[in-house]
């Protein structure tokens, strides 16, 4: 997609909507200077364009009973074309992956997977990663504690 233009009146209505995205339109337009009809077409414009992909509830990890978190590096025996879509299809399929990135360096591939306990962990591991052709290792760390976490993004 192409990079969309954004001027200062976007950044602020974006700024506003990712801090709460079920916020009024008249509260919206409040706190970015607009009357409600300019900044309805704004938003408007912004979903159309694709910078606003989608509206969601950001959940508690814990409280929904997913309290584990891995962070996986995997290298594939093979970085050839097919190889990367068979991987990438597969990941896209299992609810425990949650972010997944194609890297550079040593290794292929960063998961970020969320389970409610070692258990479920080791049954992911043994009944979809490793079950995967073409992987040549895998190597997971657990996190302890979560220190940062956002979805926003830094637009000034």
């Excluded at 995205?21 to 509260?27: E, F, P, T, V």
């Amino acid at each position: 997609m192409p990079k969309t233009s954004l001027d200062a009146l976007d950044r602020k209505i974006l700024v506003q909507l990712q801090s709460d995205g079920r916020m009024s339109l008249a509260n919206l337009a409040a706190k970015v200077g607009l009357s409600p009809s300019p900044c309805l077409r704004r938003v408007r414009n912004l979903e159309r364009s694709g910078v606003i992909a989608r509206y969601v509830a950001v959940l508690d990890q814990r409280a929904v009973g997913l309290p584990v978190s891995i962070f996986i590096s995997i290298k594939l025996e093979k970085q050839k074309q097919e190889a990367l879509d068979k991987f990438a299809k597969a990941i896209a399929r299992w609810p425990e992956v949650l972010e997944c990135y194609l890297m550079t360096g040593p290794r292929d591939y960063w998961l970020r997977v969320v389970v409610p306990d070692l258990d479920a962990y080791e049954r992911f591991l043994k009944q979809k990663l490793t079950r995967l052709e073409g992987i040549a290792s895998i190597e997971s760390s657990f996190a302890l504690e979560q220190v940062k976490y956002t979805n926003v993004l830094p637009l000034g």
